[in-house]
C-alpha cells in the first residue's frame, strides 16, 4: 500500500516563526489533504491539494505529484497554530492514508 | 449548514462489552468511513460505506461491524470490548462516492476499561 511520511515529527518556534512541513508519498494519488488537529481531536481541513499551490491567509500548500511530495508552510506563526499536522493522500473512492503527524509547538 | 456529527463525545465501557457509535454526514454527501486514531498516532482507516453497504475494509476485526441507513448515516459496532479498543473513532464523510474531499466529525473516544 501506500505510504506516507512525514517530517519533521517535531517542531518548536517562537511566535512570529515560518515554518515548512513536508509529506512524501510512496505512489501517485488522486487526493491530498492537510489537517490539522486541535487539543480536542477534532481534524480540521486545511487544504485538498492533489496538485498545485494553494493558500489560505497564513497557510499556503504546495504539491508535486510528479515528484510525489507535498509542503505546507506556516507563516507568522501563532500560538493558535500549536497542534498536530497531518497529511493524507487516497487513491479515486478509497480510505485516506494518514501519515504519522507533524506536532508543532508555538511559544509566546 | 450543518457538519460531520458524532454521538457520543464520550464513552466508558468495560472488557466484553458492546458499543455502538453513530455518525451523520455533512449535507450532501453519501459516502461514510470510519478511523481509529489511538494515542500519539494518526488515524488508521477501519471501513467505509457507500450506497448501504461496505466498500472497503482495513485492517480490523470481524468485532468491528457496521451500517449505513438510507437517510446515509452510519453505525459502527464493536463487539467483545478489549482494552486495546480504547481511542478516539473518527467519523468522515465525503460526496460522490468517496471522490472528493473528507471531512471528519468531532469524534467519539472510547475507554475501555
Known amino acids: 500500500g501506500i505510504q506516507v511520511e512525514q517530517s519533521p515529527p517535531d517542531l518548536i518556534l517562537q511566535e512570529g516563526a515560518n515554518s515548512t512541513l513536508r509529506c512524501n508519498f510512496s505512489?501517485?494519488?488522486?487526493?491530498l489533504q492537510w489537517f490539522h488537529q486541535n487539543p480536542w481531536g477534532q481534524l480540521i481541513n486545511l487544504f485538498y491539494?492533489?496538485?498545485g499551490t494553494k493558500q489560505n491567509g497564513r497557510l499556503s500548500a504546495t504539491t508535486v505529484a510528479t515528484e510525489r511530495y507535498s509542503l505546507l508552510y506556516i507563516s507568522s506563526s501563532q500560538t493558535t497554530d500549536s497542534g498536530v499536522y497531518f497529511c493524507?493522500?487516497?487513491?479515486?473512492?478509497?480510505?485516506?492514508?494518514f501519515g504519522k503527524g507533524t506536532t508543532l509547538s508555538v511559544s509566546s | 449548514d450543518a457538519g460531520v456529527t458524532q454521538s457520543p463525545t464520550h464513552l466508558i465501557k468495560t472488557r466484553g462489552q458492546q458499543v455502538t457509535l453513530r455518525c451523520s454526514p455533512k449535507?450532501?454527501?453519501?459516502?461514510v468511513s470510519w478511523y481509529q486514531q489511538a494515542l500519539g498516532q494518526g488515524p488508521q482507516f477501519i471501513f467505509q460505506?457507500?450506497?448501504?453497504?461496505?466498500?472497503q475494509r482495513g485492517n480490523f476485526p470481524d468485532r468491528f461491524s457496521g451500517h449505513q441507513f438510507p437517510n446515509y448515516s452510519s453505525e459502527l459496532n464493536v463487539n467483545a470490548l478489549l482494552l486495546g479498543d480504547s481511542a478516539l473513532y473518527l467519523c468522515?464523510?465525503?460526496?460522490?462516492?468517496?471522490?472528493?474531499?473528507?471531512?471528519f466529525g468531532p469524534g467519539t473516544r472510547l475507554t475501555v476499561t
Open positions: 493524507a493522500v487516497n487513491q479515486a473512492g478509497t480510505a485516506l492514508i
Open positions: 460505506y457507500y450506497e448501504e453497504e461496505e466498500r
Open positions: 505512489d501517485s494519488v488522486n487526493n
Open positions: 491539494i492533489p496538485s
Open positions: 468522515a464523510s465525503s460526496g460522490r462516492g468517496g471522490t472528493y474531499e473528507q471531512y
Open positions: 449535507s450532501g454527501h453519501d459516502t
